[in-house]
């Protein structure tokens, strides 16, 4: 099967925001999907250059309108690569080959005598670009930009529009999926139920004169819709390129709900006047708002990719746009909510999963996947689990259903996280006896995040390479992998090596958002004292216990330090990264402690223990035999978070 997958072109007149990079986000992650079930994709994106509101900010810039579009046009091109965003045809309707395809389409619809002059009066909106009917305006006013229309009364060219609405109602009727979610059906149907008026398709050249002239009369522009909507068509070389051919079968566009009737009512209409068939599919979206709020230039709360993208990282904003939008309703975005996504998800569920496993099989498997033995009902309840979940998973991508298609790659993360504690393989380190068990957990976590890695590839490109290369397989092997060969269980061969890198995603605080980094505390260089670890202690007053900065730290990394049996050296995250040594390694395995959050002395004076400097001592409790149990938190605490 091939796919034709396109986003809108989007207007020059304001650079591109989070509304702009989610609808192309979804493309790309639907393209990479659809190529990892073996198909043939290709995907176009590009910019909408012509008309009044483009004509308006250029003025307003001060320079002509082609240059203007020019220097938006590039903002746009060089924000999708750095979102691994990797269309195959950028078009801008600017391009002399769009120019041309749109006049021979007009002079064809003309020559058929589906274009027709006529007259109009009514009212015009600027920013719709269009007339609007006395239904659609609300006291007066246009509901979208909230301003009065202007009474407009000239001659014009006008589009049959009308004499398609049958069809298309039968069409839309007898093709569920021809536009969904099934509420924007309903919305065009409704609209349908309603006589369709023709559709004005031209400006006169005294009122706007960036447009493409029309070619059978040069005292008018096209109406800058019946330009850009064409653009769907001469990216792939309309009317007689190969791969218009190929793909114009398979066409599916992705909109939001605001260019619902364009594309579900102006453009059928315009193909089936061109004789051809209607596009496959119209996939409509919501809308994304800042803090509850609609973004939007007046209120200066539009948010940039480029700063999301510095502050938080690719992947976490793909991440979180796909797994906090159920696609065809609205959104809010928040710093708060991305930062909770990151630590939740991603740092603690994904990324402590993917550590714990391969610090396992590199200390207690010497850094290769054994092979599996005999397997008991938990390995086969996870190989199972991890199976299904790439079925679910392809059944919601295929189907728009972002956020559940990641809902399920999480459960099998949480199942496969139960798994590693029930299991405990590090008690089974300790007993020779039990390697062969203990290889085959090892082996199943394996093959779990082999299975994890390879799905998330169209969410998560960067990250699941990551995950890819730390099973050792390479990018080259890595990238001939689908889901329709390599989607299956047991594909990991035992004995191969595994490779430790750096954990996947960091924890964030708070400081993460409007593009503020977290602050490096400068730790001081260490004398050569001990930590004394009991003291004698009378009462002491508030004031001396206020001296002491007790604070939440998340333990990331564990492992023993080398010639001691009692200390094990801990890096925690309380925001900031440092080395503690806690002497707790005949209670605890390093493998449990890592994700585990606990309470530390922060601001003790770091000292040396077994050439390890120390910046902080971690609280436990010591029972009459001397057994520690180390502080925790009821729930969960942000990192850092002062302890009082
Ligand atoms: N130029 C036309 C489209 C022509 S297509 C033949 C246009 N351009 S636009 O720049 O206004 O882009 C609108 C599109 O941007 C929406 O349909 C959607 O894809 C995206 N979004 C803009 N703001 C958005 C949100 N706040 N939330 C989600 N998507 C939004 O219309």
Known sequence: MSLYITTPIYYVNAQPHLGHAYTTIVADTYSRFRRLCKEDVRFQTGTDEHGDKIAEAAAAAGIPPKEYADRISRLFQEAWPLLNIEPDTFIRTTDAHHVKTVQEILQKVHDKGDIYLGSYSGLYCRGCERFLTDKELVDGHCPDHQALPQPISESNYFFRMSKYQEWLIDHIEKNPDFITPERYKNEVLSFLSEPLEDLCISRPKSRLDWGIPLPFDAGFVTYVWFDALINYLSGIGYPDGEEFNHYWSVAEHIIAKDILKPHAIYWPTMLRALGLAPYKRLHVHGYWNINEAKMSKSIGNVVRPETLRQDFGVDTLRYFLLREMSFGLDASFSDETIIARQNSDLANDLGNLFSRSLTMINKFAKGTVPAPADLEPQDRALAEAATSMVA????????????????????????????????????????????????????????????????????????????????????????????????????????????????????????????????????????????????????????????????????????????????????????????????????????????????????????????VTSHGMILAARDEKGRLTLSSLAAGAMPGSKVS
């Open 392 to 611: 679910a998973y392809s059944a919601h991508m295929k189907s728009f259903a972002f956020h559940r298609a990641l809902q399920e790659v999480w459960s099998v993360i949480s199942l496969a996280n139960k798994y590693i504690v029930t299991s405990e393989p590090w008690v089974l380190a300790k007993e020779p006896a039990k390697t062969h068990r203990l290889n085959t957990v090892l082996y199943h976590l394996a093959e779990t995040l082999r299975l994890i890695g390879l799905v998330l590839l169209p969410v998560m490109p960067e990250t699941s390479m990551k995950m890819a290369a730390a099973l050792g397989i390479t990018p080259e092997v890595f990238r001939k992998h689908n889901l329709i060969d390599h989607g299956i269980w047991g594909l990991t061969e035992p004995g191969v090596k595994i490779q430790l890198g750096a954990s996947l995603f960091p924890r964030l605080d708070k400081k993460n958002g409007q593009n503020r980094s977290p602050q490096k505390q400068k730790v001081q260089a260490v004398s050569g004292e001990s930590i004394k670890a009991e003291s004698d202690i009378g009462l002491i007053s508030f004031d001396d216990f206020r001296k002491l900065d007790l604070r939440v730290a998340e333990i990331t990394a564990a492992e023993k330090i080398d010639k001691s049996d009692r200390l094990l050296k801990l890096t925690v995250m309380a925001p900031e990264e440092r080395t503690v040594v806690a002497g707790i390694a005949e209670y605890y395995e390093p493998e449990e402690l890592v994700g585990r959050q606990v309470i530390m002395v922060a601001n003790l004076k770091p000292a040396k223990l077994m050439g």
